[in-house]
């Protein structure tokens, strides 16, 4: 039986000038393209799925808990931004240390996760670096390595390749990929590209104006055109 991982009910945030309202079910276990026009509301998702907006009405539920009242730190939930994941002043091994434990008293398996993770991203020997010092494409490659190292079941990623040239976006998904293949967590990704869609996306949230409007197959949603706002986003 497929369990699922996150079920919005009834979810409605106000802000000055507008309300969103979300409403989804998402099985475990798979890659989900979140997508929609700018100020559709997709960062918001996030942000209520996360914890760092809490909903006026409505209930978020992670593998059948809610979340009501539980800051971030406690939900089983990683999120990478598009930028400044990182403490600056922090070096990188710090930096993924946090993954593991807030208070950063790291012992020796501690440190070994962390070079490992390092490893797996490509950055075996920058432990000693501090964040400003690596191109955009390593800084994201640093909060990867850190999701290695907190096996959260859920990972939300929010634009991670958005500063990105195109040979670096390539190689950030199939460092996606791999890491959804090795945890077998349920991701989330935020993504303005079609591409990136067919290449990691089983299947696709669509937003429109603070609503989740489709909620795809990807080889469905690529054949969509009942819909403008589907379609533009398909080019
Ligand atoms: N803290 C806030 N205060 C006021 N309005 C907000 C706040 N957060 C989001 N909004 C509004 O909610 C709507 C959805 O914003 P959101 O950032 O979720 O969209 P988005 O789809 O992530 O956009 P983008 O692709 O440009 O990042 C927008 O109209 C935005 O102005």
């Not at 979140?34 to 700018?38: E, H, L, M, R, T």
């Not at 240390?97 to 008293?105: D, E, Q, Y």
């Not at 993504?191 to 869609?197: A, C, L, R, Y």
């Not at 290449?199 to 089983?202: G, H, K, N, P, R």
């Given at each position: 039986?497929i369990?699922?991982?996150?079920?919005?009910?009834?979810?409605?945030i106000s802000f000055?000038?507008t309300?969103?309202?979300?409403?989804?079910?998402?099985a475990?276990g798979?890659?989900?393209a979140?997508?929609?026009?700018?100020g559709?509301?997709?960062?918001?998702?996030f942000?209520v799925?996360a914890?760092f907006?809490p909903p006026?009405?409505g209930?978020?539920?992670?593998?059948?808990e809610e979340?009501a009242?539980?800051p971030?730190a406690?939900?089983?939930?990683?999120v990478?931004f598009?930028?400044?994941?990182?403490?600056?002043?922090?070096d990188?091994?710090t930096?993924v240390?946090?993954?593991?434990?807030?208070?950063?008293?790291l012992?020796?398996a501690?440190r070994m996760k962390?070079?490992?993770?390092?490893s797996r991203?490509?950055l075996a020997?920058f432990g000693s670096?501090?964040?400003?010092?690596l191109?955009?494409?390593?800084?994201?490659?640093?909060?990867l390595?850190?999701?290695f190292v907190?096996?959260?079941?859920?990972?939300?990623?929010?634009?991670?390749f958005a500063a990105?040239?195109?040979g670096?976006r390539t190689?950030?998904?199939?460092?996606i990929r791999?890491?959804?293949q090795?945890?077998?967590n349920?991701?989330l990704?935020i993504?303005?590209?079609?591409?990136?869609?067919r290449?990691?996306?089983?299947s696709?949230?669509?937003?429109?104006?603070g609503?989740?409007?489709?909620h795809?197959e990807t080889p469905?949603f690529f054949?969509?055109?009942?819909?403008p706002?589907?379609s533009?986003?398909l080019?």
């Open positions: 039986m369990s699922t991982a996150l079920a919005l009910r009834g979810v409605e000055d000038a309300t969103l309202a979300f409403d989804c079910t998402i475990a798979g890659i989900v979140v997508a929609g026009a700018s559709s509301g997709k960062s918001t998702l942000n799925i914890g907006e006026d009405r209930e978020v539920r992670i593998f059948g979340m009242g539980r971030p406690e939900r089983p939930v990683s990478i598009q930028e400044h994941n990182l403490f600056a002043h922090l990188v091994a930096n240390g946090f993954g593991i434990s807030a208070a950063l008293r012992g020796a501690e962390v070079e490992d993770a390092l991203v490509g020997g670096r501090l964040p400003p010092t191109s955009g494409g390593e800084r994201q490659r640093v909060a390595a850190r999701a907190r096996h959260r079941p859920i990972l939300l990623l929010d634009e991670p990105l040239d195109p670096l190689e950030m998904r199939s460092l791999d890491l959804h090795e945890e077998g349920t991701i990704m993504t303005h590209h079609p591409d990136d869609v290449a990691l996306a089983e696709v949230i669509f937003l429109d104006q609503r989740i409007i489709a795809d469905r054949e969509r055109r009942d819909i706002a589907i533009r986003f080019g």
